[in-house]
Each structure stands twice: as C-alpha cells, then as structure tokens.
Nanobody, 111 residues
Framework: QVQLVESGGGLVQAGGSLRLSCAAS????????MGWYRQAPGKQRELVAVFIIGDSASYPDSVKGRFSATRDDSKNTMYLQMNSLKSEDTAVYYCRAGPWWGQGTQVTVSS
C-alpha cells in the first residue's frame, strides 16, 4: 500500500505559476505508470504528465511547454511545475503511482 499526498494547489491569476508536490509514503521509483492527472468539473480525468524514462516526462499538447514534471526519488516525491497558467487549467490535480492515487489538490486560475 502506498499513500500519496498532494500539496501546493490554490488560487492564482492567469499567467501565474504554481508548483504541486506529491509525497509518497514509501519508495515509488520503480512503480509505473507515475505522473499527474487533472479533472475539471463535468469532465473526465485527463493525463497532464507521465514519467517515461527516469526523470523524463511526456505531456499532452494542452500543457506542453508550460508544465514540467520532475521527481526526487531520494525524497519519494514528484513535482509539477505549472507556468503560464490559463483559466482552462482550473481543475483538481491528482498524482498517481501505479494503482495508487492521491486525494487531489484544487487549482483555480482566475482570468
């Protein structure tokens, strides 16, 4: 069993930045898939970033160039740096490690 706890969400103006953290209760460096997802009201949960090899991540076009996912395996923590935020980025953001999910953290971008 792995517990994941997200933090760092909040309210930010359009164009601003936020950094989300996801702390795991145990080592997750070998768990796949691992990454970040989001779910906006009335919409399905969608992929935001997924680690593919080591610290390298893949992103959908909607966030490519604005979001950056990193991980610190020594701290059992992954991060999501979000820059140039847009109102359409408003959602609950979740981290995932294999079958385990965090509880989510709200990100609200005001225009």
């Amino acid at each position: 069993q792995v517990q994941l706890v997200e933090s760092g969400g909040g309210l930010v103006q359009a164009g601003g930045s936020l950094r989300l953290s996801c702390a795991a209760s145990t080592s997750i460096f070998s768990i796949n898939p691992m990454g970040w997802y989001r779910q906006a009201p009335g919409k399905q949960r969608e992929l935001v970033a997924v680690f593919i090899i080591g610290d390298s991540a893949s992103y959908p076009d909607s966030v490519k160039g604005r979001f950056s996912a990193t991980r610190d395996d020594s701290k059992n923590t992954m991060y999501l740096q979000m820059n140039s935020l847009k109102s359409e980025d408003t959602a609950v953001y979740y981290c995932r490690a294999g079958p385990w999910w965090g509880q989510g953290t709200q990100v609200t971008v005001s225009s």
